[in-house]
């Protein structure tokens, strides 16, 4: 699975990554919101571990941006805002699971593989286009080949997206 982790403590954030990766995840780490965001919109991450409390921009507008903007993919926010008013803030927000620190890595790890679990099982057509095996979803900016998310840069992205809605369409009805 492709990661964004998102977290300023430094400790933390090499801990989980090194966690994650081990475990056999592709992690690409931020320390701030705004960075964050930006690297959502230009890369292709399959889930999205999110610190509540980040400088820059805060964890709760960031993934109140990404859902304002369409953009469904899993978030677990990671914090160490645990009151039962915080916890609701986060999921009602737009975030998909919530945990706690400190942070058990074998729990982060069964929750990132649910959300992912769950989200392959409703991709909304929607927004979708698609020719053969291909599906994209360029208000999402994701793609899917045989249901398996891809990992595109932006430009590969833009290209397939091009790709796909000019792929021609054939009658197949005999003459």
């Known amino acids: 699975m492709n990661i964004l982790l998102v977290e300023d403590d430094a400790y933390l954030s090499g801990y989980l990554a ?6 056999g995840h592709e992690v690409t780490t931020a320390h701030d919101g705004h960075v964050a965001l930006q690297l959502v919109l230009d890369h292709q991450f399959e889930a999205v571990v999110l610190d509540r409390m980040l400088p820059q921009v805060d964890g709760l507008t960031v993934v109140r941006r990404l859902r304002a903007d369409g953009i469904t993919i899993p978030v677990v926010m990671l914090t160490a805002l645990g009151q039962l008013c915080d916890r609701v803030d986060g999921l009602d927000g737009g975030a998909d699971d919530y945990i706690v620190k400190p942070v058990d890595v074998d729990e982060l790890h069964a929750r990132l593989n649910a959300l992912v ?13 698609s020719a053969k095996e291909i599906i994209i979803s360029p208000k999402r900016l994701r793609a899917w080949y045989r249901g398996v998310a891809l990992d595109l840069p932006k430009m590969e992205f833009n290209l397939l997206s091009e790709l796909v809605r ?10």
């Open 18 to 23: 090194t966690e994650l990766r081990t475990s």
């Open 117 to 129: 679990r769950g989200r392959s099982w409703t991709i909304s057509d929607n927004d979708t286009v």
């Open 166 to 175: 000019n792929e021609p369409h054939r009658d197949c009805r005999r003459p």
